[in-house]
């Protein structure tokens, strides 16, 4: 299978148009507000942008689910998103350790919805 790249107007690289897009949505921070406890389980949703994320499964991409929390709240996380009804393909447990995350694939939920609508 042939990947194209391709430039977005603010010079980032992109994966060709054709779908379905494999995309990956952070949880905490764009799915559920932040928190300062350890009491995910109770972490307010951000319906909006559900929305958005359940709009773009809906019309046919297989969105993946990544979150920094570690593999022990596996369960918990699932429950959470199962009862906030975000629809999606995979959860991955566990992010990288680090202070930023420089990716030129980067994009926020308000342009990719956009682009992909």
Request: overall charge positive.
């Amino acid at each position: 299978m042939t990947i194209y790249r391709l430039m977005d107007m603010k010079g980032r690289a992109v994966m060709s148009d054709r779908k379905p897009w494999i995309l990956a949505i952070d949880l905490d921070g764009i799915l559920a507000k932040p928190i300062s406890s350890d009491k995910y389980e109770v972490a307010i949703p951000i319906s909006e942008n559900i929305e958005k994320v359940n709009k773009l499964f809906d019309l046919g991409h297989r969105i993946m689910i990544y979150t920094a929390r570690g593999w022990f709240l596996y369960d918990l996380t699932e429950k959470w998103l199962k009862k906030n009804n975000v629809k999606y393909t995979q959860l991955v447990m566990g992010k990288l350790y680090c202070h930023a995350n420089v990716d030129d694939m980067n994009y926020t939920l308000e342009e990719i919805t956009e682009k992909l609508k």
